[in-house]
């Protein structure tokens, strides 16, 4: 099966720096990915799409200008967290479709650490 | 927007019994429900789905039920084994492709 993958898989940053996490589609291509966090112990709330060649859509709630997500190429999202906070600390999933009706492909994850 | 409900947030087993979870959604225009699986710390496995045009649908100890009149969809579990404990999630989605998921139920199948 399609293969998405996350780099890196966790990082712990000092507080009002930034971070950015790739999402990378290894065997097709994605005009789209999505961007979830997920708390813990929590459910995964999408913040944004990624969409390649034009600019993301973002969730109510989330500020774009705080999460910067680039869509460079077709295998390839990056989201950057800018000025972490350590309310920040997550797990940053992406997924992206498979193209083939409707299932998604989920990245393994990063965890993020704000201290 | 969607808005996914899910019950119940834990549910403990015996070995051997079945697990039932159940959800509800509100917009009429989601077309597909996957169940996905979650261990600590790792991505969502997806483990079965159904689209809006389906009922039900069965693999192995795995099926799912679809009421899209009502807006409910269920996961039914038979024959729980201890490697079933995780975190479960359902899931709708709609427009552009974008999922909802509802809040997870942790289950936990006794020895």
């Known amino acids: 099966g399609a293969v998405v993958s996350q780099h890196p898989s966790w990082v712990i940053c000092k507080s009002g720096t930034s971070v950015k996490i790739e999402c990378r589609s290894l065997?097709?291509?994605?005009?789209?990915m999505f961007w979830y966090r997920q708390f813990p112990k929590q459910s995964l709330m999408l913040m944004a799409t990624s969409n390649e060649g034009s600019k993301a859509t973002y969730e109510q709630g989330v500020e774009k200008d705080k999460f910067l997500i680039n869509h460079a190429s077709l295998t390839l999202s990056t989201l950057t967290v800018t000025s972490a906070h350590p309310e920040d600390s997550s797990f940053y999933i992406c997924?992206?479709?498979?193209?083939?009706?409707?299932?998604?492909?989920f990245g393994p994850g990063t965890r993020l650490t704000v201290t | 927007g969607e808005n996914v409900e899910q019950h119940p947030s834990t549910l403990s087993v015996q070995e051997g019994d079945s697990a039932v979870i159940k959800c509800t959604y509100s917009?009429?225009?989601?077309?597909?429900f996957p169940w996905y699986k979650q261990e600590l710390g790792k991505r969502p496995q997806l483990i079965i789905d159904?689209?809006?045009?389906?009922g039900e649908k069965k693999d192995q100890r795995i099926a799912v039920t679809l009421n899209k009149t009502a807006k409910h969809f269920s996961l039914h579990i038979t024959e729980t084994q201890p490697e079933d404990s995780a975190v479960y999630f359902c899931?709708?989605?709609?427009?552009?492709?974008?999922?909802?998921f509802g809040d997870g139920t942790t289950l936990t199948v006794k020895p």
């Open positions: 899931a709708a989605m709609g427009f552009a492709g974008k999922s909802t």
């Open positions: 997924s992206a479709p498979s193209g083939r009706a409707y299932e998604q492909y």
């Open positions: 065997d097709f291509q994605a005009t789209t």
């Open positions: 159904i689209r809006s045009n389906v």
């Open positions: 917009d009429s225009a989601s077309n597909y």
